[in-house]
């Protein structure tokens, strides 16, 4: 395998991944994102949402909204998180902590 062949299926998995987070983040108002959690519900990722409620887009693919992982989150945002999705996420077990 070419090292052009292996980038390519990273950013069709990338690609893959963040369309999945487009297609089930939530909003959540209250902290001024959207909210999705990955495919096997072991993260927690946050897009920041615009004044007028919208997210914020890629800036390398605009198709896909500015998702990232959360690595150190407050307390409050995981009880919020965990009642949205009916996830049990403890604020202290990330890797930010």
């Known amino acids: 395998m070419t090292s052009e062949s292996h980038l ?3 950013d069709a998995e990338l690609s893959q991944m963040l369309a999945y987070l487009d297609k089930t983040g939530v909003l959540l108002d209250d902290f001024g994102c959207y909210v999705a959690l ?3 519900k072991s993260a ?3 897009c920041p949402s ?13 198709s896909h909204m500015n998702w990232s992982e959360v690595t150190a989150p407050e307390s409050d945002f995981v009880k919020r ?16 902590r």
């Open 8 to 10: 390519g299926e990273q």
């Open 81 to 96: 998180v965990n009642k949205a999705f009916g996830t049990a996420f403890v604020w202290d077990e990330f890797p930010g």
């Open 38 to 40: 990955s495919q096997d």
């Open 50 to 62: 615009l004044v007028d409620g919208s997210p914020e887009r890629d800036v390398d693919d605009a």
């Open 44 to 46: 927690i990722f946050t």
